[in-house]
């Protein structure tokens, strides 16, 4: 009996410390998940609103669709939150990457690069004996803006008068001029958006001034080419500038989303650009706005081409402003920017 009894005592003892066992090792597999799912979500909180891409290169390989699956495209791929700063030709641009938007902090704890406001000069006549200034309703409203507007017709009567009135101080009228500048901005592109011809796009005023003070990612549009401006010597091609201009009075200066397709030959970054117009926020993609207007063609390469599933719509928008005879199919001898650019090679 004795014997029985010290077995028994053993084998609760035994089953004492294998559930002892079992809790310690339930307790140390649940605090490591809760670790390693903490250092997860800081890891991609620290990606996605904190850490700042400050070239193509630097854009990681998880960004990019896989390519070599056609039923992705169009499917995959992460976008990109930042600002224009400087736009270099038609159909590429350089893009600030602000990771996390307001979350991440920018403009309250991270500083927002900004952009100086443009100097718009107002043509005048030459003096006659009535001399008149031109007025431009676009170059007036842009100096009322400013706080340059004068009037001709007035003459000063009384200096004591003028002299005792102060004058504004230079951060009242900055701030004046900031809180203008969108305004007139969607009033200019709501009244005149059916205009297609050169003397339209080289009228639209820009508003900001290129900012190369930051290190940005250079950014190529997908599926569009624009007319080539000159390089090394070579004569630019018709509707270059105006393309330019367009660009520059659209984007300048905006918030933008990217979405990385690819990395080409000159290490920019290929990639579709969506931005926000208008007062009700209408989301529209840069690539085919150019290609409605006619300021770009569908691009041409033996190579396969990403349009991040846009092909259909990009095409459809190019033939009606074929038939429109919208912005350079206004030519009537048109070289294409493939064209262009083949020729100069040979």
């Known amino acids: 009996m004795v014997i029985f009894s010290l077995n028994t005592q053993k084998r609760i003892n ?90 991440g902090g920018w403009g309250i704890i991270r500083r927002e690069p900004k952009l100086k406001l443009n100097v718009i000069k107002q043509k005048t006549v030459k003096k006659q004996v009535n001399s008149r200034q031109d007025f431009n309703p676009i170059t007036m409203a842009w100096n009322f803006i400013k706080g340059d507007a004068k009037t001709t017709n007035k003459k000063k009567t009384n200096n004591n008068s003028n002299t005792s009135k102060k004058k504004p101080t230079k951060a009242v009228v900055k701030k004046q001029q900031y809180k203008n500048v969108n305004f007139l901005n969607k009033v200019y592109t709501n009244w005149f958006t059916d205009g297609t011809t050169s003397d339209h796009f080289m009228s639209l005023p820009i508003y900001y001034t290129n900012n190369y003070k930051h290190k940005t990612i250079s950014i190529r549009l997908c599926g569009i080419d624009a007319p080539e401006r000159s390089h090394f010597g070579s004569k630019a091609q018709p509707f270059s500038d105006e393309a330019m201009n367009f660009l520059k009075h659209t984007l300048l200066n905006k918030k933008i989303y990217v979405k990385p397709l690819e990395i080409d030959r000159y290490g920019r970054c290929v990639a579709r650009v969506i931005y926000y117009d208008g007062f009700f926020r209408q989301q529209k993609d840069i690539s085919l706005e150019m290609l409605k207007v006619g300021l770009a063609t569908i691009y041409e390469s033996k190579s396969p081409i990403d349009f991040d599933g846009q092909e259909v719509i990009y095409k459809k928008a190019e033939t009606d402003s074929k038939k429109k005879k919208r912005g350079m199919w206004r030519l009537k001898k048109l070289e294409t920017p493939a064209e262009f650019k083949k020729k100069l090679r040979s």
């Open 14 to 103: 035994s089953k004492d410390n294998t559930k002892s066992n079992n809790t310690d090792i339930a307790s140390v597999l649940l605090c490591s998940v809760v670790l390693a799912a903490t250092l997860i979500s800081l890891y991609s909180g620290f990606n996605r609103y904190v850490l700042r891409y400050e070239q193509a290169a630097d854009i990681p390989k998880i960004y990019f669709q896989n390519r070599q699956s056609p039923n992705n495209i169009g499917k995959n791929g992460k976008w990109l939150y930042g600002k224009v700063l400087s736009v270099g030709d038609g159909d590429n641009l350089n893009f600030y990457h602000m990771p996390g938007g307001f979350w």
